[in-house]
DNA sequence: ATTTTGATGATACAGCCGTACCAACTTCGT
DNA sequence: ACGAAGTTGGTACGGCTGTATCATCAAAAT
C-alpha cells in the first residue's frame, strides 16, 4: 500500500491550522484555502481528510475542548501536591481566564461556535455544549466537600454558587476578551467572590499571582 | 424637489430588517439581498440608504444598543416610584437577562457583534464597547449610595462588585441563550449574589418574580 | 411646462466560496 | 517488474456575495 501517513495525525495538523487562522482572523473568515495555506497543504488534501467544511469545524471544535480540557487539568495539576479545595477552585477558574495567547485564542474561537450554535441546529447539538456541565457538575461537587470540611460560610448552596461562578468566570472571560477589563481586575473580581463563598482566603490573592 | 420620505424613519425600518433577519439566522448569515427581501423593499434601496454593508451592520449595531436601553430604561421606570437601590439594581440586571424573544435577538446579535469586534478593527472602534462603561458606572453610583445608607454588608466594594454583578449578569444571559441555563436558575443566582452584597432581601425574590 | 433633483428599480460584474473532477505520483503486494 | 491502491496537486464549475451601472419615475422649483 502506499505511503504510511498517519491519518489522525494529518487531521489533527489540519484542524490545528483551522484554529490557528480561526484566532488570527476570527472564525468566521477562515475559508479552506486559507487553512490549506496556513497547514502548507494543498487545498485537495484538506478535503481528502474532511470531506467537507462543516466536517472540518465540528472537528477543529472537538480538538479544542480537548486541548483546553487538558490545559486545565495541567494548571490545576500545577496547583500543588494537596491543595485545598478554594486552591483548585482558583486554578480551575483561573485556567479558563484567557489570560495568555493560547486561552484568548480558545475563548475567541469557543465563544465563536457557541454564537454559531444558536442558529445552527447541527452545531448546537454538538457535545460541546455538555462539557460547561461537567464543569458544573465537578465545581459543586468540590464546594460540596468544602462545605463538609467547613470551610466555607454558611448558608452556602454548592450548586448555586458553582453556576454563579462559572457564569462569573466566563462573564470576565469575554470582558477580558473584547479589551474592556484587564486581566488584574477579573482576577480582584475572583478573588472577592471566593472571598464571601470560603471562611478563609486561601495562601495568596490570584490578583498578587498576576504579573499584569 | 421629490417625494418626501424621511430618509431617517426608512433607514430605522431597514436597520430593523437587519436585526429581525440577524436574529433569525445569526448575524453572519444576513446578506444585503436578506435585509431587503424582510424589510420589503429593493436591494438597490438598502444601498441608497446605507451605501455599503458595513455602514448598515454600524447603523444595526447603534439602532440595538440604542433600542436596548430604552427597554432596560422603562423595566427600571417600572419597578416603582421610589425603588431601594436593590429594586433598581435587580430591575437593571433582569432586564439585561435574555427572558423574552426581544431581549433573546438582542444577546444573540450584540454577542456576535462583540465576537467580531475582537477580529474587526473598525468594529473595535465602536462605542458599543463603551456602553457598559456606562452602565459599570451607574451600576458603582448605585452601590455607593446603598453603601452609604448602610444598606450593603461590611466590606463591599462598590466598583468591584459593580463588575462583578455585570460580568455574572452577562454570562449567566449567554448560558440562556444557549439553552444551557433556565431563566429561573439564572434568577436565583442572581438573587444569591445580591443577597451576600444587601443586607436585606429587597422585597419579594426575582426567582418568584419569574413565571416560568 | 419644463427642468432639476431625489427616489426607485432591474440588471450586470467581478470576486470569492465550497465542492467536484481528473491526472499524476508514491509505495506496497505479488 | 507490474499493477493496484492510497495519496497528492491543478484546475474548473456553479452559486452566492457586495457593489456598480444604467434607466426610469415622481415631485418640486422656475
Known amino acids: ?10 487531521r489533527t495538523e489540519i484542524a490545528e491550522a483551522l484554529l490557528r487562522v480561526a484566532g488570527r482572523r476570527g472564525l468566521h473568515a477562515v475559508g479552506m484555502r486559507d487553512v490549506a495555506a496556513e497547514a502548507g497543504v ?8 474532511f470531506e467537507t467544511k462543516e466536517k472540518l ?4 471544535l472537538r480538538q479544542l475542548t480537548e486541548r483546553f480540557g487538558e490545559r486545565v487539568a495541567a494548571q490545576v495539576r500545577a496547583a500543588g501536591d494537596h491543595p485545598g479545595p478554594r486552591t483548585v477552585i482558583e486554578a480551575l477558574l483561573m485556567a479558563s481566564l484567557p489570560l495568555d495567547e493560547e486561552s484568548r485564542v480558545f475563548h475567541l474561537v469557543y465563544t465563536s461556535y457557541a454564537v454559531l450554535s444558536v442558529t445552527d441546529r447541527a452545531l ?3 457535545p460541546f455544549i455538555r462539557d460547561p456541565e461537567a464543569a458544573e457538575e465537578r465545581l459543586t461537587a468540590l464546594l460540596g466537600l468544602a462545605e463538609e470540611a467547613g470551610l466555607t460560610r454558611p448558608g452556602v448552596d454548592a450548586r448555586i454558587e458553582a453556576v454563579g461562578l462559572l457564569a462569573l468566570s466566563a462573564g470576565l472571560g469575554t470582558s477580558i476578551l473584547v479589551g474592556q477589563r484587564s486581566a488584574r481586575t477579573a482576577a480582584d473580581v475572583l478573588d472577592r467572590h471566593l472571598d464571601r463563598i470560603f471562611r478563609d482566603r486561601g495562601g495568596s490573592s490570584l490578583a498578587e499571582r498576576i504579573a499584569q
Request: aromatic content about 8%; overall charge neutral.
Open 1 to 10: 500500500m502506499p505511503k504510511r501517513v498517519d491519518h489522525d495525525e494529518r
Open 57 to 60: 469545524l465540528l472537528h477543529g
Open 42 to 49: 494543498s487545498l485537495r488534501l484538506v478535503q481528502y481528510y
Open 124 to 126: 448546537a447539538e454538538q
